[in-house]
């Protein structure tokens, strides 16, 4: 008797290194739109491996394919406790989106580590992986990936956005979806919360309680990536050239620091999607109150934030979906998203070795 379902596991590392997001979930075949998440955890990095992934940036050729195999071990095992504790028996095949590393697609490259070969080997699990290379090699940014996932699973909506590490966007326009990131998020709010002792400001306290830096909102909103048209994406090399140098030199006060940022993200966001009247909104940043304020004032529409399982879990779902999209060897990559050569059908597939 056929299966009238697809079983995944789908998991996602952000680069604000929130954690590792894991989800089990259904699709049905007959109509992919009919999706269930049936179990979900994030599991939080040591500190041992923030300070690994922080610091992979700067690391020689030799080392980063050390960390590729140690990182692909380490994911292997905490997808193989998530099966037992979860007492998960069917799995069709797992879909990871690695942890990028680098990313400049501009000059040819991108790099996401956690070896599919030592996950599928660990986990003796199917794996698909390394969805963005191919896209690169056709001339494309390799970036976002997961508006295929809005435009066949969320098209109800008018805007999809996600406030991770990363704010992107993505709709339709004509007959073509499109999508780029907008701005950074998390990365940069995390980055000087962490330099006073908080993983992240709690629902944007800290920020409330800061003041706008005017000069520095300014510069913020003058960098020359603004005013660049999509396809285009960002990366933490960017964030660190551009940002971090640029508030360091205007502002000292964390919660100012905090503010303006706040402040920036929303003008940045609020000028794409002004025009729409249903936007659905996800990753981490929902649960910063306060940036979810300024959002809707500069903004003045509806903002649907959805149950907190999507809010947490849609772009491991997503991942899960392009996973789907591979193995049936359909469109998981927008050419009109990325600037590829072409539409094209993208992941790495591995079997377990004993």
């Known amino acids: 008797m056929l299966e009238d379902s697809y079983r995944i596991i789908g998991l996602m590392s952000g680069t604000s290194l929130d954690g590792i997001d894991l989800v089990y979930v259904e699709f049905k075949k007959s109509n992919f739109q009919e999706f269930e998440i049936l179990f979900s955890e ?12 922080e610091e992979a940036i700067s690391f020689s050729k030799e080392k980063l394919i050390e960390l590729d195999v140690l990182y692909g071990n380490f994911l292997g095992k905490v997808i193989k406790k998530f099966i037992q ?12 989106h690695g942890h990028t590393i680098l990313h400049q697609p501009d000059k040819g490259f991108t790099l996401q580590i956690g070896n599919g070969q030592i996950i599928a080997n660990v ?17 494309g940014q390799g970036a976002p990936l997961v508006p295929i996932g809005d435009k066949l699973l969320f098209s109800n909506y008018e805007y999809c956005v996600n406030l991770g ?8 326009k004509g007959n073509e979806r499109l999508a780029f990131d907008i ?23 800290l920020a409330s309680k800061g003041l706008i830096n005017k000069e520095l909102l300014e510069a913020l909103n003058n960098l020359s990536f603004y005013k660049v048209v999509s396809p285009k994406s960002l990366g933490l090399e960017w964030v660190k050239e551009f940002i971090y140098p640029l508030i ?53 529409q509806r903002v649907v934030l959805p149950k907190k399982e999507l809010v947490d879990y849609k772009e491991a779902l997503i991942f899960a979906f392009l996973g789907l999209l591979r193995v049936e060897n359909q469109v998981n990559c927008l050419a009109s998203v990325t600037g590829a050569a072409k539409d094209h059908s993208s992941g790495e597939i591995f079997y377990p070795n004993n």
């Not at 994030?42 to 992934?53: A, E, G, Q, V």
Request: charged letters at 25%.
């Open 183 to 205: 701005c950074p998020v998390n990365i940069v709010l995390n980055y000087y919360t962490r330099k006073i002792g908080l993983e992240y400001d709690d629902g944007g306290h």
């Open 248 to 300: 360091d030199k205007n502002e000292k006060d964390i919660p100012s620091i905090l503010r303006t940022f706040i402040e920036h993200v929303a003008i940045q966001i609020g000028s794409i999607i002004k025009e729409s009247s249903r936007t659905l909104f996800t990753g981490g940043g929902v649960f910063n109150a306060f940036l979810i304020e300024q959002i809707k004032f500069y903004t003045n």
């Open 123 to 139: 986990t003796q699990q199917k794996v698909i992986c390394d969805f963005r290379s191919q896209d690169v090699e056709y001339g």
């Open 85 to 96: 504790e979860k007492g998960i028996e069917k799995i069709d095949f797992i879909a990871s």
């Open 42 to 53: 994030t599991i939080s990095y040591s500190k041992i491996w923030r300070k690994r992934l």
């Open 165 to 172: 590490g990363f704010a992107n966007v993505s709709f339709e």
